[in-house]
Structure formats: structure tokens, C-alpha cells
């Protein structure tokens, strides 16, 4: 039986130390991509209390929801569309102080304010992008994306 998450408390910085302490601990000894995407996906909403926390996955030339916490989201982003295509595309984490400012943003929900996708990348190729979603403006930072992509390199 899964161990409850115990919830940092503290600044950012240490919230994400444990929580990465805890994803590593729980991906070890589980192989299923799905299975881990779900419980990190969980993990991340449920520590920051984040407004969407998802991921969406490569398949063929799209980008195919997948795990996710949070209200309805759009099922398909064509490459190089939007925040999460543009990370497909780029290859780099995107962060996005106001989404409205964005070129080509998709608005699934017009409560997302503000953005963070980070590619996931196995041998060269992003396989998922980690998709979060703030209803405030300017909730990402660079701690976010530091400790974003160290957790992505987890799966």
C-alpha cells in the first residue's frame, strides 16, 4: 500500500527538495510510465496545490493527454502549437508569467494566468512534456524550473 505524502512545509526550495526525495523513492521500484506519471502528476498538485497539473504524451505528431490532476483538459496539441508544443518543439522548458502574452497559446480554460512545460527527453527525442498550470499570473519561477526538470529526468 502507497505511503501517504507528508507535504513540506517551508519555502519552495524545500518543498521541492522533499518532494523529489519522495518521487525518487516511489518511481524505484515501478516501471510503468503511466502509473508514474499519475502518482508524480498527483504528487506536484498536491504539495504546491497547483490549478493543472498534467502530462501529455508523444504520440505519432501530437501530443496525447495523459495523467492529470486538475479540471477538463484540451486531448490533443499539434507540434510546435501553443506552450506545451513549443517545449515539444524547443526542447527546453517554457515559462510563461501571463499565457494571454504568449504567441499561439491554446486556451483549454480561460483560468489558466500562467505557465510552466517541461520536456521530457529520452535518447534526443521528447517523449512528454509536464504540463502546469497556475491561475495566477506569474507563479513560475526559476526554482520551478530547476526542480521541474530534475524530477522530469526522474521518469
Given at each position: 500500500?502507497?505511503?501517504?505524502?507528508?507535504?513540506?512545509?517551508?519555502?519552495?526550495?524545500?518543498?521541492?527538495?522533499?518532494?523529489?526525495?519522495?518521487?525518487?523513492?516511489?518511481?524505484?521500484?515501478?516501471?510503468?510510465?503511466?502509473?508514474?506519471?499519475?502518482?508524480?502528476?498527483?504528487?506536484?498538485?498536491?504539495?504546491?496545490?497547483?490549478?493543472?497539473?498534467?502530462?501529455?504524451?508523444?504520440?505519432?505528431?501530437?501530443?496525447?493527454?495523459?495523467?492529470?490532476?486538475?479540471?477538463?483538459?484540451?486531448?490533443?496539441?499539434?507540434?510546435?502549437?501553443?506552450?506545451?508544443?513549443t517545449a515539444w518543439k524547443e526542447h527546453?522548458?517554457?515559462?510563461?508569467?501571463?499565457?494571454?502574452?504568449?504567441?499561439?497559446?491554446?486556451?483549454?480554460?480561460?483560468?489558466?494566468?500562467?505557465?510552466?512545460?517541461?520536456?521530457?527527453?529520452?535518447?534526443?527525442?521528447?517523449?512528454?512534456?509536464?504540463?502546469?498550470?497556475?491561475?495566477?499570473?506569474?507563479?513560475?519561477d526559476s526554482t520551478d524550473k530547476k526542480?521541474?526538470?530534475?524530477?522530469?529526468?526522474?521518469?
Amino acid at each position: 500500500m502507497a505511503e501517504e505524502l507528508h507535504i513540506a512545509r517551508g519555502s519552495k526550495e524545500e518543498k521541492y527538495a522533499l518532494l523529489y526525495k519522495q518521487i525518487a523513492a516511489l518511481l524505484q521500484d515501478e516501471k510503468d510510465p503511466i502509473a508514474n506519471m499519475a502518482n508524480v502528476a498527483a504528487m506536484i498538485h498536491h504539495t504546491f496545490g497547483f490549478w493543472w497539473t498534467g502530462f501529455y504524451r508523444v504520440v505519432g505528431d501530437r501530443l496525447i493527454l495523459g495523467p492529470f490532476q486538475g479540471p477538463l483538459a484540451c486531448s490533443r496539441i499539434a507540434y510546435g502549437r501553443g506552450v506545451c508544443g513549443t517545449a515539444w518543439k524547443e526542447h527546453a522548458t517554457q515559462v510563461v508569467p501571463d499565457v494571454d502574452e504568449f504567441p499561439g497559446h491554446i486556451a483549454c480554460s480561460s483560468a489558466s494566468k500562467s505557465e510552466i512545460v517541461v520536456p521530457i527527453v529520452k535518447d534526443g527525442e521528447v517523449t512528454a512534456v509536464l504540463d502546469i498550470d497556475s491561475e495566477r499570473f506569474a507563479t513560475f519561477d526559476s526554482t520551478d524550473k530547476k526542480w521541474l526538470e530534475r524530477i522530469v529526468k526522474l521518469l
